[in-house]
């Protein structure tokens, strides 16, 4: 089928059905559109390469077994992130900081702070409380 100028393809009633044994295959130079009240996707894998993408959305929930995000820089701003984990490892090979209005730090058992030098600073007070001390 080949024709020129402008066409369209039009369902009065019914859907329309593109089957193909070996592929299908959809090609423009411009824009390719899409709408539709629900969009529904299957296959065992999918692949997508695109240069540059942007997405809007009120909600987006995934159920993944693993994810893997490499990249060059990940920045987030939102109000609120709340993690929930058995357990968390993290490894930055420079500087990690940390800028916050107040921080608490609890654990049920032990906390431990270590470096080849761990300084502590309070401009007003810095207080220490425990049932025993030991300093040296």
Known sequence: LKVQGD???????????????DGLSLK???TLQMDAARIDASAHKAKLLIGELSAVGRRWHAVL????LVGNLLETLVERVTQHATNSVRRVS???QV???????R???NLSV?????????????????????LG
């Not at 066409?7 to 044994?21: I, P, V």
């Not at 077994?65 to 893997?68: L, M, Q, T």
């Not at 800028?99 to 730090?105: R, S, V």
């Open 65 to 68: 077994g693993s994810v893997s």
């Open 99 to 105: 800028h916050c209005g107040e921080m608490d730090l």
């Open 7 to 21: 066409t369209r393809f039009q369902c009065e009633d019914g859907a329309l059905q593109f089957d193909a044994a």
């Open 114 to 134: 270590r470096g080849r030098n761990t300084l502590i600073k309070g401009d007003e007070l810095v207080k220490v409380d425990g049932d025993q001390i030991h």
């Open 28 to 30: 423009t130079g411009e």
């Open 107 to 109: 654990a049920d058992k």
């Open 94 to 96: 420079h500087l990690e």
